[in-house]
């Protein structure tokens, strides 16, 4: 069975960090690329970052440049968002993505 488990969301104030962890079972990990998206409500679920075999290539949408990183361990299965200088617009709901498959996702506030 598929199973994407988030971790690592909160509450912070702006310029604050997090990291956030998607742990993934059911396939093998290290032979795919790894996507996180994130959602507000009411709005559709937006790619944030992508990151390809073996962190071969990693992109990112425009209003995070410079301030996330994408990263994987594949000896834990493991995938990681690194999120600083956090702002009020990086509030939401942020998921990992494997093919169709979602994780339950893991909420970020920022707000002072």
């Known amino acids: 069975q598929v199973q994407l488990v988030e971790s690592g969301g909160g509450s912070v104030q702006p310029g604050g960090s997090l990291k956030l962890s998607c742990v993934a079972s059911?396939?093998?990990?290290?032979?795919?690329g790894m996507w996180w998206y994130r959602q507000v409500p009411g709005e559709e679920r937006e790619l944030v970052a992508?990151?390809?075999?073996?962190?071969?290539?990693?992109s990112y949408t425009t209003s995070v440049k410079g301030r996330f990183t994408i990263s994987r361990d594949d000896s834990k299965n493991t995938l990681y968002l690194q999120m600083n200088s956090l702002k009020s617009e990086d509030t939401g709901m942020y998921y990992c993505?494997?093919?169709?498959?979602w994780g339950q996702g893991t909420q970020v506030t920022v707000s002072s």
């Open positions: 059911g396939f093998a990990f290290s032979n795919h």
């Open positions: 993505k494997w093919l169709g498959v």
């Open positions: 992508t990151i390809g075999v073996g962190g071969s290539y990693t």
